[in-house]
């Protein structure tokens, strides 16, 4: 197939040139690796399309969906004389990927390809390569819509072990993984939401993806609504998932903006130490601290974490205090009568160094306060 019959999406766009080797860039575009690295060595640190800054050292992620899909329509050619040959045929899950697009696979095939894939990726980051080189993940996201709650499910976990690779967190959601992951947060079944606010976990590690999933619609609200009426272990996952996407600034605005902070409280009343982290978070944004000004009960159930929490609670309850107090002084002076000041002397020599120093600054905000 000549390459002018090519479709445009598979051509770079620096060189226009159909692209060998794809790979994403932290703005979520795609370019030709040789293209683009010559972009980044001649000095440029943005990108050539929104013109945003790049970090100091940006990654080049491979897109593995888009190389299949050049690759089965136009075959690479053979290597050039000298080149190093090539090692051999590897061992393909092509008859699993197969019963999974096939019309005529019974779902019980399907279902058993799906656990099958998920059991053979779990440890294996060969065979998770392999199968995101095959194309495989838009497959697997596809039977996120299934009207099977069980194949729902065993996608999920399959989606779950490709986004393990941080080579996949980038593609996936290139691939609209953040949209399947929104419906699977209001499915029927309590594992499908657990597990979809664990896959935003893991994608939000990479940071252009936190930006991403904070910005798609309803993806911040199905958390909040996960945390509030979720049982324990969806309300831990949704929790992790919120800390996750708020240490991106615009994140926390949009968190507290949802009515999180009530939910957030309650979480943390109930024992959710992760809501406490959370809330650290959103004490660093101006929105979220007046949020909390005026949620009821707030302080109450921070010293709660602070005579009761673990290690990581009381560390964070100490940071959001601090944050609140240097905020409003009603809150101060709530906080000086419910005995905070002298915790707060009995921490500062903590074994945990965060604790004594987070315990150190609160009491002399309140000392000085006092005064």
Known sequence: MSTTQLPDDFRCPISLEIMSDPVILSSGHTFDRSSIQRWLDAGHRTCPITKL????????????????????????????????????????????????????????????????????????????????????????????????????????????????????????????????????????????????????????????????????????????????DGNVREKKEAATALFAICSFPENRKRTAANGSVPVLIRAADSGIERAVEVLAMLAKCREGREEMGRCDGCVRVLVKVLRNGGCKGVQCALLTLYSLCCFSERICVEVRRLGVLEMCINLVEDDNEKIRRNATSLAQLLQGDSN
């Open 53 to 228: 800054p790049l970090p100091d050292r940006p990654s080049l992620i491979p897109n593995h969906a888009l190389r299949s899909l050049i690759y089965n329509f136009a075959p690479a050619p053979a290597p050039a004389s000298g080149a190093r040959p090539d090692p051999g045929p590897r061992p393909e899950p092509g008859a699993l990927v197969a019963a999974l697009t096939s019309r005529a696979s019974p779902l019980e095939a399907k279902l058993e390809a799906l656990a099958r894939l998920t059991k053979l990726s779990k440890r294996d980051p060969v065979f998770r390569r392999r199968l995101t080189e095959s194309g495989t993940a838009s497959v697997v996201l596809s039977c996120v819509d299934s009207d099977d709650g069980l194949m729902r499910e065993r996608a999920l976990s399959l989606l779950l072990n490709l986004s393990l690779d941080d080579d996949n967190k980038v593609g996936l959601v290139a691939e609209g993984a953040v949209s399947k992951m929104v419906g699977a947060l209001r499915a029927d079944s309590a594992n499908c939401r657990a597990l979809a606010a664990t896959i935003i976990t893991s994608l939000a590690v990479v940071e252009v993806n936190k930006a991403t999933i904070g910005e798609y619609p309803f993806a911040i609200s199905a958390l909040i609504s996960l945390l509030r």
